[in-house]
């Protein structure tokens, strides 16, 4: 009669340990998936991190051995890369090192806005002109007209119009980047539209905006997220040329080109003051740039197959 409790004992002693070894396995388990992303998509990986670390650096700069980037220091003007001025100082004495990390800020600013921007109001302007027929004459001329001009014109032009800032300086850029989207995703919608299963939803009398919300607008977030990409990349290079050539934003504020600008005259005998902030703009650049190829190839169904 004792016998058969004990051994119940020994058998449920076992079980009663065995929930506690999940909580041990999903970490391996993580890492390994994340491997297996990285595998798959090396240049999502290397663009991500890229981009990751310089919104890092925009984002925690006071905390990064930086001093006032607006800060003059006449007598320590000129001064080569040390230990006390990582990137040296420029004309006005200030720290090219505190001024690039800052500068990080107002180009990734822009470059992040324009794209945001951009990217939706040009989705709007391609879904009107793609789905409804009498509209696509009127706004796509427009922006055949707009895209005409190169973006740096047009965004010089409509500088010209404004005072230099930062908010000017994204509106500008997003006007001239408009029409590249709203062609995208025009195009996406014109061979939609045609799918059987649109045309059902019209003949069951779907309206019209219901049907460019449920079965339209889904279908386009892929292109768009990648050309999304492309426009910010785009955007913080015409961002430098404006404030190279002082039509961006004002020389107060530390963005790379004004750096570049300030640093040009003296290029031949102090090139640090112009290498630095090119190299943070490459960099920055390069990891977008990577990123949307790598988004290109995830959100592709053929080239996904492939992988």
């Given amino acids: 009669m004792n016998s058969a409790p004990a051994s119940t004992y020994a058998i449920s002693d076992p079980i009663a340990v065995a929930p506690a070894l999940p909580d041990v396995l999903p970490a391996p388990k993580q890492r390994g998936r994340v491997m297996r992303f990285v595998h798959r998509h090396p240049t999502i990986a290397a663009g991500g991190m890229l981009l990751g670390v310089m919104v890092f650096i925009a984002i925690f700069a006071p905390l990064l051995g930086t001093v006032d980037p607006t800060a003059l220091n006449p007598i320590g003007r000129l001064r080569d890369p040390s230990m006390k001025h990582l990137f040296g100082t420029d004309m006005l004495g200030r720290d090219i090192y505190s001024r690039t990390l800052y500068g990080a800020r107002v180009s990734l600013t822009v470059g992040f806005a324009v794209a945001l921007l951009s990217s ?73 539209r045609d799918q059987p299963y649109v045309e059902a939803a019209i003949a069951a009398g779907t309206r019209t905006h219901t049907i460019i919300r449920r079965h339209i607008l889904p279908n386009t977030l892929a292109p768009i997220t990648v050309q999304a990409t492309y426009i910010c990349a785009s955007a913080m290079i015409i961002e430098a040329i404006l404030s190279f050539i002082g039509a961006g934003t004002p020389p107060i504020v530390p963005s790379w080109g004004n750096i570049m600008s300030e640093g040009r005259a003296l290029w031949q005998v102090k090139p640090y003051i112009v290498f630095f902030p090119a190299a943070f703009l490459s960099v920055t650049v390069l990891a977008v740039n990577l990123l949307g190829d790598g988004l290109r190839d995830a959100l592709d169904p053929r080239l996904a197959k492939r992988l």
């Avoid at 879904?127 to 922006?143: E, N």
């Fill in 120 to 192: 939706a109001a040009g989705m709007l302007i391609g879904l009107v002109a793609g789905f409804i027929r009498w509209a696509d004459a009127v706004l796509m001329r427009i922006m055949d007209g707009m895209m005409s001009i190169p973006a740096i014109l047009l965004a010089i032009a409509l500088m010209a119009l404004t005072r230099g800032s930062v908010v000017n300086v994204i509106i500008s850029i997003t006007i001239s980047q408009i029409p590249q989207v709203a062609r995208l995703v025009r195009g996406v919608v014109l061979t939609l």
